[in-house]
């Protein structure tokens, strides 16, 4: 997958201000770019279902529970409510939430975990995440075998649980074969919502072939980015609705596109509008006959607005929106997936001075709009979009709790829970996980962490996972438990 773009793949320091196309990444292009095939690929697939057998998989996770699990001694935030809940112990039965039962009672025939007065909380959610492409680096990738980056994804994966994310929805990337491996069980790893490929009209965020590929003829190959199924290059209505209509096929649960630049793009300034109304239309009345929905990449008014014209449900970044554009969100429903792109220790560092203004004026932006998000009511979304940064990912959960600059910590969780969900939820009959996420309630997904401290008082406990998540549960499964250590 991201070992697969070669010198058109030039997106890929796709941290912080989502930069996507930095000049550095042309030497690995062009590494990545020579001697890989599509069979090459569909073997990297194969051979990260054997991660199990390399170790990867814990032991805990290995264990499947054969009787009602009751944890108990704990004080439970549910996912909304901004108070703790006392008294009570939660009760799983299979994958998911049996009941919430009195302290004093005894359930037969359970194995009991005690957690010791520890706070219990459902599993995370990123809102925006790259499975494929968050935990490669750049120097990794110029110089190891394909079939290692496909087996380094799934570690990613597996990481990713143990840091309290138990579901991701992913924005852009081939995640389809690494989802399957994960919920058939045969690998650790989240719950993905996944979109496919990035679908980006030519010159757009998503067109990641170097000026010497143009011009595109139709007896042209599809760069190897589109063979790998990162992006999808569609201009035209038509060439839209197949597009739109392969990444539904392979099983994609929301749809991807690109309506706007990036800071670090070489071609696609980020003032950009990209796609027609016509084009976008398309793209969403696709998705719509299949029962979910259209997000869009855009960081302008401008791109804003014209994807809200034309019935894009979900905003991915939007830091340059203005006041207009954000109550026109809130009027028309729409959900705004935001990330904490902040001018801090965790952002990227660019060479040229332009860039570097952009990258201020999108910090800048990400204060005002939390705060237009919520002077509007808009529906907000909390996510990374960590890319192509193996060091980043393990600040996951650190990055997601600057939101408590803006939002109280009960908020800040809220939004990573059962708001995150929502958003999810809204793939409709694509939903792959119909059960409730985000909750801790009877009949939800047992997605369950255990956290030692009170993260309603201490939101930086979920900064720290290896020292405060004493228990790690998705779908059942114990992937941590150091309760009894």
């Not at 919430?100 to 005690?114: K, R, Y």
């Not at 607005?305 to 028309?332: F, N, P, W, Y």
Request: hydrophobic share 45%; charged share 20%; proline share 4%.
């Amino acid at each position: 997958m991201l070992f697969r773009f070669g010198p058109r793949y030039q997106h890929l320091t796709h941290g912080k201000s989502c930069a996507c196309h930095s000049p550095q990444a042309q030497q690995l292009l062009a590494r990545l770019d020579m001697g890989l095939s599509r069979r090459a690929v569909l073997k990297g697939v194969a051979a990260s279902l054997a991660a199990p057998v390399l170790g990867i998989v814990s032991p805990a996770f290995a264990q499947t529970a054969t009787k009602p699990i009751l944890l108990t001694n704990v004080n439970i935030f549910d996912g909304t409510n901004g108070k703790l809940v006392e008294g009570q112990g939660v009760l799983i039965e299979g994958n998911l939430i049996k009941a919430l039962v009195a302290s004093a009672e005894t359930v037969a025939d359970a194995d009991v975990i005690d957690c010791g007065g520890c706070t219990l909380m459902p599993g995370m959610i990123d809102a925006h995440w790259h499975s494929i492409l968050a935990g490669i680096s750049q120097i990794v990738a110029m110089t190891a075998d394909i079939a290692y980056v496909h087996l380094v994804a799934a570690q990613e994966a597996e990481r990713t649980v143990l840091r309290g994310f138990t579901t991701v929805r992913d924005v852009g990337g081939p995640s389809f074969a690494l989802k399957r491996a994960i919920d058939e069980g045969r690998i650790a790893g989240p719950r993905i919502y996944p979109s496919g490929a990035m679908i980006s009209q030519t010159s757009g965020h998503g067109d990641f072939r170097m000026r010497t590929d143009l011009p595109r003829t139709s007896q042209s190959d599809l760069s190897t980015a589109e063979q790998a199924g990162i992006s999808a290059i569609a201009d035209g209505e038509a060439e839209v609705l197949r597009r739109v209509r392969e990444q539904l096929m392979l099983g994609a649960s929301q749809i991807k596109i690109m309506g706007g630049g990036g800071v670090a793009s070489s071609y696609d300034p980020v003032d950009a509008l990209q796609y027609s109304e016509a084009e976008m239309k398309v793209a969403v009345g696709a998705a719509a006959d299949w029962g979910t929905y259209v997000c869009i990449h855009a960081y302008t008014a401008a791109a804003v607005q014209r994807a809200l014209a034309c019935g894009v449900k979900s905003i991915e970044h939007g830091q340059l929106a203005d006041d207009e554009t954000v109550k026109r969100m809130a009027d028309a429903g729409a959900w705004w997936s935001i990330q904490p792109f902040l001018a801090d220790e965790d952002a990227n560092t660019y060479a040229s001075a332009e860039q570097r203004a952009q990258q201020q004026q999108i910090a800048e932006g990400t204060a005002r709009a939390v705060e237009l998000g919520r002077k509007h009511g808009v529906n907000m979304a909390l996510g990374t979009d960590i890319l192509f940064n193996p060091k980043g990912t393990a600040t996951q959960g650190r990055q997601l709790a600057k939101f408590a600059r803006w939002y109280d910590n009960a908020d800040v969780l809220r939004l990573l829970t059962s708001g995150n969900a929502e958003l999810a939820a809204l793939s409709g009959p694509r939903n792959p996980y119909p059960a409730k996420l985000g909750r801790i309630e009877a009949g939800a997904y047992a997605d369950i962490l255990v956290v030692d401290g009170n993260p309603l008082e201490d939101i930086s406990l979920i900064a720290d996972p290896d020292r405060t998540m004493k228990l790690v549960m998705k779908d059942g499964r114990i992937h941590k438990n150091t309760l009894s250590a």
